[in-house]
């Protein structure tokens, strides 16, 4: 009898203990095993107590590249009902080490080995040669046994005849998996191909209004170094990475400084950071879209995008951080309008105020005086505040102080009218001023969302996924808990993948289609 490992026989004990077993704990079992002889007794094992069909001695071959292990087989390891609705596939951005068609390898060992990780059964479109047919096997068999890649769409990038090919493995959420082995060599062809990294900036800055430092920026709080420069191959990235977002969505590029760093402290590929810097009383942004090292690394094993459009991984890191930008893009520009037009009010407001308290002194009257200051301090408190929440409130305080100032000059003696009138004109200059401020505030407010701590565009799409009950479809989206984060991928997704996710989100895929929320 074939020695089995004692792992295998403990979770074999262990399921039959329970009299149920998971997908995850069937693949548990038969990948402990670590010969075609321990698979096969593994299996057996598992037959004998109904877990799975019992294997054949000899595998069904694959007709036409394709092998459907589903039809008549018994209901096994993991298999939910037959009227079970199949869920939406989630994207998986895993990155997988492929291994090369063995010397001895056929298509009906592969077939077999996959018995063990798909209890439903296989399919492997667009394999012409069998050495196609085996590395597809192999893709599949890497992706099955990553738990996280359960019920998602994986893209790899493998060696065939020694060149790159594009696989996509789709792996439902019964064991159903499927893989495509795209027609082309996996040769990317960019948006746009530059000879040198001079020639690349200037592209950059000239079709999406970015900047790219020419000199290195400091230590970040985020960043584990400075900043260093992009290489050519790397800008080409870029270019290709923006040039899918609409005109109307390279606005939130306007100004971005593309960075080059390391690493982040806390392990991240990129990083949108938003913020604004203020010099002799003008506010500017200093937004930052920045990619580390582990954006790039992994575009020799990874792509995105469909089995005839795809594209090295890195380019969803980089519309990832550009879904930010777009995201933020209103909000940020109603924060620069603010901050400037309160650097300007400050200033006017202190002018208003000097000419106010000059014409107000030498006008006659108490009431008048008295009710004058009234509205000069309910105006004040109006420009001087910060939360838009209380605009109404002090807007609608200081208009009714401001008529009764006006109804204590109707009152006063015609010969003392006239300087009177020059305060309340001084009153009115200042008036002026605090509703200039209180009206960027009420329009940074209006860009911040109803509940004041996200965009409008964020807003919307939490309402869509809240609506309809769409869960994060990729595991970092998932594992944030953000809801920006959340939007990020999906727009990532819309530019990257497009065929994807609007075959499997299309709630989501028309809401991008239909300008993200405005």
Known sequence: MTKISARVVQLEQRARADG???????????????TPEEKKAARKLLADDGFIAAPKDKPPVAHAHEHHADKGVKQGVGQKPAAKKQEPLGYDRATYDVKPA?????????????????????????????????????????????????????DLLVKIDGKPRHVTVRLNDVGKVEAEIAPDTGKWIPAKDFKSRNEAIKALEKDFGVKVPKKGLKLDDNWDGPSKDFTTAELTKLYDGLSRLTPAE???????????IDSFADGSAGMFE?????????????DRLVLANSAFENDGKSVIGDRVNAAPASIETITHEAGHAVETMDLRKAELTEANIRNKTNGAGKKANDEFNKN??????????????????????????DDASQVKQLRDAANEALQKAKDELANLPPKDQPKAKKA????????????????ALD???????????????LEAFEKLVTDKNIAPFTKYAKDSGEIDEFYAEAFALYKSDPKFLEKNHKAVFDFFTNGGGK
Do not use: C, M
Not at 274 to 286: C, E, H, P, Q, Y
């Open 250 to 260: 390279r606005e939130g590029l306007k100004g971005v400084k593309l960075v080059r």
């Open 360 to 385: 107000v002194k030498a006008a006659k009257g108490d009431d008048f005086k008295t009710a004058a200051k009234d509205a000069r301090t309910a105006f004040d408190d109006l420009r001087l505040n």
């Open 274 to 286: 938003s913020g604004t810097t203020t010099k002799k009383g003008v506010t500017t942004r200093d």
């Open 424 to 439: 309340l004109e001084s009153l009115e200059k200042f008036a002026k001023v605090a509703n200039t401020r209180a009206d």
């Open 20 to 34: 149920r077993i998971t997908q995850a704990e069937a693949n548990a079992v038969l990948n402990a095993a670590s």
């Open 102 to 154: 063995g010397e001895y390898e056929t298509r009906e060992t592969v077939d077999s080995d996959l018995l063990g990780s798909a209890s439903q059964g296989h399919v492997i479109n667009g394999a012409k040669t069998d050495e196609e047919y085996i590395v597809a096997a192999h893709a599949i068999e890497s992706v099955a046994q990553n738990p996280d890649a359960w019920n998602k769409e994986t």
């Open 443 to 457: 329009a940074l407010d209006a860009a911040d969302g109803k509940d004041g701590s996200h965009s409008t565009k």
